[in-house]
């Protein structure tokens, strides 16, 4: 009777229990959104210390940007109150020789080349077609010093008839004063953390100072091989050049083979034999026509 009454007792106060297992949801929800809150506020505390201490997103965002590979910030390469403008150039072109001079220009090419203090990077020279059908296609990668630049795209204009010709001039003024600025304010934050370390007593702020050191080190690196990137860029522009041996007028002229004769006869003699037949109904209802009228005028 007892396990009866506890049974119509909770009967009664089901809205009771109800309210009691929301409460206790609503309250675990709250409890991970107010952990979570407080996970993000950390990590943007970390993220953004004044101090520069942060190990974790600012450093590794930090690293992307200034990683060597990039040849410059989007967005950050317009600087109008520099004078001296920092430009990397560089041009694609295409010439075409006579046919048996391939050799002769590929020749003064590669002397344009040495006696300008040019640095020939790649060579890639095809032949293709064979006997008198055959022909030389050539593709060059030149780094040019910058002062030799027009000189050299003058010589190399004359080796042959100019195809086609792209030249495009890239202004990083912005992007290599940044990156100079930047440069200067990392090194002055090492030297500071070289200053802590050395006054530090603790171990443990030992170890830590011992870490930032250590990523100022590897900053300071990437920002120097960004800078050293783009003052190879500009000294020595970069021209790819493309020679064509010209093609023989009479490369696609051949003798018809047998084989081919046949198949023409063979296409005519099929032709005419549709001809025939559809000419030939017409024609005999024509002769009917004409031998009626005949008749006719026999008759008369």
């Known amino acids: 009777m007892e396990l009866k009454n506890q049974i119509e007792k909770l009967k009664e106060n089901w809205l009771l229990i109800v309210l009691l297992v ?7 929800g709250m409890n991970q959104m107010l952990q979570g809150g407080l996970m993000s506020a950390a990590r943007y505390s970390v993220a953004y210390d004044s101090d520069y201490g942060g190990y974790g997103m600012a450093e590794s965002k930090m690293y992307s940007a200034y990683s060597p590979t990039s040849s410059y ?3 950050m390469d317009f600087a109008p109150e520099v004078d001296e403008r920092v430009v990397i150039k560089d041009t694609t072109m295409s010439t075409e020789v006579e046919r048996g ?3 002769s220009a590929a020749s003064t090419l590669k002397s344009t080349i040495s006696n300008t203090g040019s640095i020939l990077l790649n060579e890639n020279v095809n032949q293709y077609g064979e006997g008198w059908k055959a022909y030389k296609v050539g593709s060059y990668q030149v780094k040019v010093p910058t002062t030799e630049y027009d000189s050299v795209l003058a010589q190399l204009k004359q080796i042959g ?5 792209r030249e495009s001039a890239r202004d990083v003024t912005g992007t290599y004063t940044n990156l100079n600025t930047e440069l200067d304010a990392e090194k002055a934050r090492l030297d500071r953390y070289q200053d802590m370390f050395s006054e530090a007593k603790e171990i443990s702020d030992k170890i830590e100072l011992n870490d930032r050191i250590f990523n100022q080190e590897r900053t300071i690196k990437y920002l120097e091989e960004s800078i050293e990137n783009i003052d190879n860029k500009v000294e020595y522009s970069q021209v790819y050049i493309s020679i064509s041996e010209k093609r023989s007028e009479y490369v ?3 003798i018809v083979k047998f084989s081919q004769l046949i198949m023409g ?4 003699f099929n032709a005419m034999l549709s001809l025939v037949f559809v000419i030939l109904p017409w024609a005999a209802l024509l002769g009917v026509f004409l031998m009626i009228r005949k008749v006719k005028g026999k008759k008369k």
């Open 265 to 268: 006869m063979v296409n005519s």
């Open 161 to 165: 008839e100019v195809t086609s010709f």
């Open 73 to 75: 910030y989007p967005g």
């Open 252 to 254: 696609d002229i051949a």
């Open 101 to 103: 001079k391939f050799d």
């Open 22 to 28: 929301v409460l206790v949801m609503f309250s675990g």
